[in-house]
């Protein structure tokens, strides 16, 4: 199995692609992690991570400046059916639109926009930077075996914006922000994360375990 | 409310290893970055801070090395700070494996540095330390001003201006250091700390003082800080990162403790 990791320019990818290394490690499983900046290897592989760190429209712009990238996210993706994993801003790309300093068009895979996160109580401070808990909106093979709710194990979040969901259906977890924010989103063969497993410790390698290992 | 406060230990890293100064003097090595950072990975750090204080610019590239190999042993965010001045430098930070990058001085000389490097980045990994000292007399009201050199040359800026500013450019989190206190073990300054943090949007992170545990619980409960900051405590093992957090938690402070 080959893993690619999307390098358009943005993001902490070392952290990524060392997470995925070790997720693979410790799960004795037979899977080469690759970071990838050309389209042709995306389009090949047998599972697709795109991280994203800054602004949405940076990164949409960051990706779509790689040739044929978005093609081959594509036909993977949407043709193959191969399993994609969006993390941070990669989550947030999988949106309708971001609205984040301009407004800039996502893949379209969850419905909704990017929207900026408005705390019910006014001290809390944005960015939400640190560890949260998760509750689940319903039940994802991505959460297998992983403790969620308030005396779950912690994910590590960096953002100001989320994406809200439209259709209830797509939303997998949420973390308590002042409100619920949303924290994991999945349709099909299609999942993001708004924390970073890759900094998530326990909670985020046996996210990264449970995502080489699933069958959607 | 179920985000959790942060305790963070940092590193003082000169040519590549540790060293930790008592009011940025009298350093002493106590060893590998690396070693330190996988340690406090295990003992359950919410995130490490790195601060560069190399000050030869033959040496300067060590940095680089030292966040890259932490970044393959540790799944934990990582700030590395010190000496950052070009939006090259902050790439060169992000690339190695670190996820935020604090920004001191260059942001004191050129503000418009901190709003660059955010459009550039995102505010999320753009962090201004802020090192002030108190100015004003007994007294008087309480009045902060901007140190920079290692608290050694007055700016005459006020610290809360100054840190709104910040903000205001699109500064993340502010990491908010005294420099009366730093090194002293008595403690942040939390008439500092809360005026701050009550000022400004962002996370605000105290600095500066630590001695023991209490000093932690007031940082976030009467400074209203939600991370705080301490190196030599953690590092030459008067506490635990784990009894510090249990400790915070035993006394009403929401923590990770998994």
Partial sequence: MRVA?????????????????????????????????????????????????????????????????????????????????????????????????????????????????????????????????????????????????????????????HLAAEHADDLVATTDYGGPVTAFVANGNRAGSQFHPEKSQTLGLALISNFLRWKP | MTLKARVIPCLDVKDGRVVKGVSFVDLIDAGDPVESAKAYDAAGADELCFLDITASSDNRDTIFDVVARTADHCFMPLTVGGGVRSIADIRKLLLAGADKVSINSAAVKNPDFVAEAADKFGNQCIVVSIDSKKVSKPGEEDRWEIFTH????????????????????????????????????????????????????????????????????????????????????????TYSVGEAKRYMAEHGIPMRLD
């Fill in chain 1, 5 to 161: 990791i999307i390098d358009y320019g943005s993001g902490n990818l070392r952290s990524a692609t060392k997470a995925f290394e070790r997720a693979v490690r410790e799960a004795g499983l037979d899977a080469e992690i690759e970071l990838t900046d050309k389209a042709d290897s995306v389009a090949t592989a047998d599972r697709i991570v795109l991280p994203g760190v800054g602004a949405y429209a940076d990164c949409r712009a960051g990706l779509d400046a790689v040739d044929g990238m978005q093609q081959a996210i594509e036909e993977v993706v949407d043709r193959h059916g191969r399993p994609f994993l969006g993390i941070c801003v990669g989550m947030q790309l999988m949106s309708s639109r971001g609205l984040e300093k301009k407004t800039t068009n996502g893949f379209g895979w969850i419905k909704g926009d990017v929207i900026e996160m408005t705390p019910d109580d006014p001290s809390l401070k944005i960015p939400q930077i640190g560890w949260n808990t998760l509750t689940l909106a319903r039940p994802h093979p991505l959460f297998e075996g992983i403790p969620t709710g308030l005396g779950g194990l912690h994910a590590y979040f960096v953002h100001s914006y």
């Fill in chain 2, 150 to 237: 290692g608290g050694r040359q007055a700016t005459g800026i006020d610290a809360v201006e100054f840190a709104e500013k910040m903000v205001a450019r699109g500064a993340g989190e502010l990491l908010l250091t005294s420099m009366d206190r730093d090194g002293q073990k008595s403690g942040y300054d939390i008439a500092l700390t809360r005026t701050i943090a009550d000022r400004v949007s962002v996370p605000v992170i105290a600095s500066g003082g630590v001695g023991n545990l209490d000093h932690m619980v007031e940082g976030i409960r009467d400074g209203h800080a939600t991370a705080v900051l301490a190196a030599s405590i953690f590092h030459f093992g």
